[in-house]
Each structure stands twice: as C-alpha cells, then as structure tokens.
C-alpha cells in the first residue's frame, strides 16, 4: 500500500485540521485510500477480536523482509484508523514493529481523548494484534 502518507505527512495534516470535526473527517478520508479486501482476505483469520467494528488486517512479508499490510472495517473511522496505524508500520521489518511504541504518536494527536471507549479499545486490540501477527512473522523467517 505505497499510497498511504507516511508519519510525518499523516502529522502534519492532521494539525492543519482547525478542530475534531474536520479531523474526524480527514481520518474518514484516509479510510477511503484503503484498497477493497478480496473474499479470502476477509478469511476469519484475519478478523481483529476486541473491535466494535468488523476489522480485517493482513500481514505478508514481502522480498525484503519488510511487512505489507491490507486491511478493512465496515466502519469508515475505523477504516481510517487502520490507515494510520499502517502508516506508522508501513516499511518496517516484523522486529521494528514489535519495537515501535506508537502510544505515544497517538497521545500526542489527543486521539485517546476524542474516540469512544469503544474505538479507543478496537485501536489497542489493533495494535497488539499486528505485534502478536510480527512476532509469527519472525518466527516463520528465524530472525
């Protein structure tokens, strides 16, 4: 997914945003760059527990050993969400993702503070499912 923007882009338009309003809306939009799953990417496999939402989250390794991601939800903030936690992990080799704190990318954007309980917990079940999915993805390399 090489049209994602990557952290700092994501950053910077995120603040140019004036208030939630028209940041919920960019994050909606984001959601809308994420190409459509085929049938068997939506594999139940792939289905994220701990989200209101249905969310689905592929993870492949690629030539380099770099993880390639694909995602969807049937909710188009959560559809957003996913996006930018992509592009936080985008590029990245399994060991860096299992590494990367991104608590704190999202404290700083007072995404905590303005998602439901609800979303708030998908996005965490998110995250600990791709550094659970990294983990296996290093095993299977032997890194």
């Known amino acids: 997914?090489?049209?994602?923007?990557?952290?700092?882009?994501?950053?910077?338009?995120?603040?140019?945003?004036?208030?939630?309003?028209?940041?919920?809306?960019?994050?909606?939009?984001?959601?809308?760059?994420?190409?459509?799953?085929?049938?068997?990417?939506?594999?139940?496999?792939?289905?994220?527990?701990?989200?209101?939402?249905?969310?689905?989250?592929?993870?492949?390794?690629?030539?380099?050993?770099?993880?390639?991601?694909?995602?969807?939800?049937?909710?188009?903030?959560?559809?957003?969400?996913?996006?930018?936690?992509f592009s936080l992990y985008q590029h990245l080799l399994p060991q860096q993702i299992i590494k990367l704190d991104i608590k704190s990318f999202f404290a700083d954007l007072e995404l905590s503070q303005h998602l439901t309980p609800g979303r708030s917990q998908g996005l965490e079940a998110m995250v600990r499912t791709i550094r659970a999915r990294a983990e296996c993805l290093c095993m299977q390399a032997n890194v």
């Not at 994501?10 to 959601?31: A, P, Q, S």
């Open 1 to 85: 997914m090489s049209n994602l923007p990557n952290k700092e882009k994501l950053i910077r338009n995120f603040f140019r945003c004036h208030n939630w309003e028209e940041k919920y809306l960019y994050i909606i939009e984001l959601g809308a760059q994420l190409p459509a799953l085929t049938a068997q990417q939506r594999h139940p496999n792939n289905l994220i527990n701990g989200c209101q939402s249905q969310v689905w989250i592929e993870m492949t390794l690629a030539e380099d050993g770099t993880v390639l991601f694909a995602g969807d939800s049937d909710a188009a903030i959560v559809k957003g969400l996913v996006v930018m936690v």
